[in-house]
């Protein structure tokens, strides 16, 4: 019972993912559904461990990119949050665009950044920060921006200069707003990079997506369902990352 | 317009001040012709009701507003921004809950750069006098409302000011640690000899806690009348708020002053 209340949240989790796997898996033995359509997760593993290797490198590529898109996206979103809070101009001018910018299926832009930029990283780079910076420019400005008048008030009697009011209480007040648009944030810079990937595939031989591309035209769905699982297991490691930083 | 007794400059004066400011209705006249002067080591207690202009007052004192006309003087000299001199304790206690208790107390010190390990110690005495030794290192969240104000009070003090001003600090608090804790925050800036301004709608608290009470009338906010309010208390000493709400005087300022505000409800 002890060993219950202390994991129950890791054993809550445990089962429904295993749960779901048998019940796909018996779904896919019963039914009678052709395997190029709907594979059963043992077929998935079996395809898996015919080329660890392949499957391996390609996803270091694309994990590669999602990090370094999602750190910058970090970088610059707060910085440009940093900017809209405390100039009135950059607000009325760099806030404006960027949720214009926002309402644009970004997605679109990426053979243009291909164009741009080359079929390599640095063009799946940049699909992936134009798309994961929204979430962190405007939660972070959302968060710095939500003290109350009274306590800016009061470190006003102290004598607080900006860059005091901005570290010592607008930062720590934002964080968990922060830590809210990142956790966004991160899955959307990995839809970044298998997208730019999908768009400028050739060049660069090793990424998930160029796979999932692939794959897809020789009908081997057994592939891409292992591909769309290591990209949710990236996503659902995210948070809890995040969530360990925090509560710090 | 009672002129303090001593012929020294006043430590916190306002004069002829006016207060307008802009909003979405147009101008709005806060504060008008006000003149207060407040000596050394007074306690004084504004009251009014709410909109009246009260806190606009503090603000004024701090220095993070400025009077549209006239001056507000600081030991005799002009304010023109926030001063070291001048401490605030507002309604909530605003403390941090990612800062100890400690830390909370010396925001203060911090911000303005004093020698933290001076200011760690004033801190820790300060916290250790009002009861809160042993939670220097918990977390705001862990403590009660009362305590959370004392350390408010401490965070306040740790920069030594001698103006305190107080923007009803006990408004958010249950009646009973409101009556303790403003007993116990009288007596300890009498002690430190603090010049004293403390805002608030509260009657009972005004007359227990001031030597002085200035009612401000309605928007725009004018002095309305000046109290000076005595106790016979033993060898001319003041007793703490709590024996004050006990004595003889109590209930006639009480009324005298629940008066001057009833006639503006009517008004």
Redo the contacts between chains.
Sequence with gaps: MAFWRTNERAITVVSVLAGSLVLWELGARISHVPQFLLPAPSVVIADLFKAPGLYAINSLATLRVTLTGFGLAVLLGVLLAVAIVHSRIMEHSLYTLLVALNSLPKVALAPLFVIWLGTGSPSKTTVAVTIAIFPIVIDTALGLRSI?P??M????????SRW?ILR??RF?HALPAMFAGMKVAISLALVGTIVGEFVAGGDLRHCAGLRLHHTARCARYSSILYNRFSRAAADALAPFAAAARHSR | MAAPASAATPKVELRNVNLRYFGLEGETEALKDVSISIAPGEFVAIIGQSGCGKSTLLSLISGILMPTDGTVLLDGKPVTGPSRKVGYMLQQDYLFEWRTILENAVLGAEIQGADMAKARERAAALLTRYGLGQFLRHLPRQLSGGMRQRVALARTLCTEPDVVLLDEPFAALDSQTRLALSDEIAVILRREKKTAILVTHDIGEAVSMAERVIVLSRRPGRVKSDHAIRFAGAHGTRPTPLAARNSAEFNGYFNALWQELEVHVEG
């Design positions: 109350e009274d306590v008030n009061m470190a006003k009697v102290m004598r607080a005091q010592r209480i720590p």
